[in-house]
């Protein structure tokens, strides 16, 4: 049984994954609407930073979903908190089956080719993962951290070292390599990160393949021609979590801190002073990360 508010979850889907993934979206759409109807949302400048980028993430909604605001500005309390609440569970809905379909996959994806994991990580337990384990606990290794060090990897085994979410690890780099004189080298292009874009947003056998053109992934049932920024940082924040041992993935976890993690992607990715770095970065992910179907749209 599907209702007619159903292309609403349909919308929160694509709108947690491309444009933003920790929102309160029934506070989201509330606030946004008083800033309109106070005409104060003309004059960004006068916001708050926090306020500045909840508007700005209000905008990319009305954008995304036909017909909203005008159905938000002649709706009561109560009707946008429901509106809200349908895009929520969009939200909500895809970040648990990305976090579901990448817990098996990323056992494929680091475990080289012809060999096996040593101990064996199985695809549907999680225990085993993160600093617990020789492979994962590699590629979760803040950068600039030595995990080859016997001391430093005890430390992260045992919680001694603390990880907070805005301590980027290896994996996020080319090579897994972390190039102390220049930070952009490789940040945010190793293979790991395209292989999980690609299993999101195409579809999971394009991961080793080029997908069919009939085939019809996230991006494809979106309309997303190009990469986002929000996208790289979703894919980038769901991997991370696929390499931990936690078992929920949550807005309040403050165990991996996934929110503070993609939130401090985004300030990177948004700011306005590596405009030069990002574009490069963008252009980057659009030849190897996104459906070369799309990539001459871009």
């Given amino acids: 049984f599907r209702t007619t508010q159903d292309p609403l979850v349909h919308r929160g889907r694509h709108f947690g994954r491309a444009v933003h993934a920790f929102c309160n979206v029934p ?15 003309d004059a960004l400048d006068l916001l708050t930073v926090d306020e500045r980028k909840e508007f700005v993430a209000f905008q990319e909604l009305l954008r995304a979903v036909p017909g909203l605001e005008p159905r938000l500005m002649a709706s009561s309390e109560e009707e946008v908190i429901e509106i809200g609440e349908l895009i929520q569970k969009g939200i909500n809905g895809a970040r648990a089956d990305d976090t579901k379909g990448m817990k098996g996959a990323i056992i494929d994806w680091i475990t080289p080719k012809g060999q096996s994991l040593n101990p064996h990580i199985p695809h549907n337990v999680k225990s085993g993962r993160g600093f ?119 807005r309040t976890d403050l165990i991996t801190d996934s929110k503070r993690f993609y939130s401090s992607i985004m300030e990177l990715l948004d700011d306005p002073d590596k405009s030069d770095e990002v574009d490069q970065l963008i252009t980057w992910w659009n030849r190897f990360g996104h459906n070369s179907q799309q990539r001459d749209l871009c």
């Fill in 27 to 41: 506070t989201l759409l509330t606030n946004g609407i008083v800033l309109l109807s106070e005409g104060r949302g």
């Fill in 132 to 250: 617990n384990h020789e492979r994962t606990g590699a590629l979760l290794c803040p950068a600039g951290l030595d995990w080859t060090n016997t001391q430093t990897r005890t430390k992260l085994m045992n919680g001694e070292i603390q990880v907070p979410g805005d301590q980027w690890p290896v994996f996020l780099y080319a090579d897994y390599t972390y190039d102390l004189e220049d930070l952009w080298n490789g940040l945010l292009r190793s293979g790991l990160l395209v292989s999980a874009y690609k299993h999101i947003f195409t579809s999971p056998s394009s991961v080793d393949q080029e997908p069919k053109a009939t085939r019809s992934g996230n991006a494809r049932i979106h309309g997303m021609r190009c990469v986002t920024k929000a996208s790289i940082a979703y894919v980038t924040t769901q991997t991370r979590f696929s390499l931990t041992s936690a078992q929920v993935f949550s």
